[in-house]
């Protein structure tokens, strides 16, 4: 499977932005996709997952402020981030995870005035 997340940018707190990660190959071998994050200095962290049942798990900070969702017609997962903050900033990475595990390019989002 491969991956190509978009979408990244420079966006003032309080704005909204969101990201997009598109998969091909072997897409019909993935169960769960999801977004990850990483802050200068800091672990990957897990933002939000997406279960091929549409099911859904989001980390505690991102809760009542991010939405993931998926179109299967296009093989796409998205990540609509609404109310962010300075410390949403960092590089963002799309995941696919099914017989193997598959990493997107990252995107970085800065969120800044």
């Known amino acids: 499977v491969q991956l190509q997340a978009f979408g990244g940018g420079l966006v003032q707190p309080g704005g909204s932005l969101r990201l997009s990660c598109a998969a091909s190959g072997n897409i019909f071998s993935i169960n769960v996709m999801g977004w990850y994050r990483q802050a200068p200095g800091k672990q990957r962290e897990l933002v939000a997952l997406?279960?091929?049942?549409?099911?859904?798990h989001y980390a505690d900070f991102v809760k009542g402020r991010f939405t993931i969702s998926r179109d299967n017609a296009k093989n796409t997962v998205y990540l609509q981030m609404n109310s962010l903050k300075p410390e949403d900033t960092a590089v963002y990475y799309c995941?696919?995870?099914?017989?193997?595990?598959?990493w997107g390019q990252g995107t970085l989002v800065t969120v800044s005035s």
């Open positions: 997406i279960t091929s049942g549409s099911r859904t």
């Open positions: 995941n696919a995870v099914g017989t193997s595990v598959s």
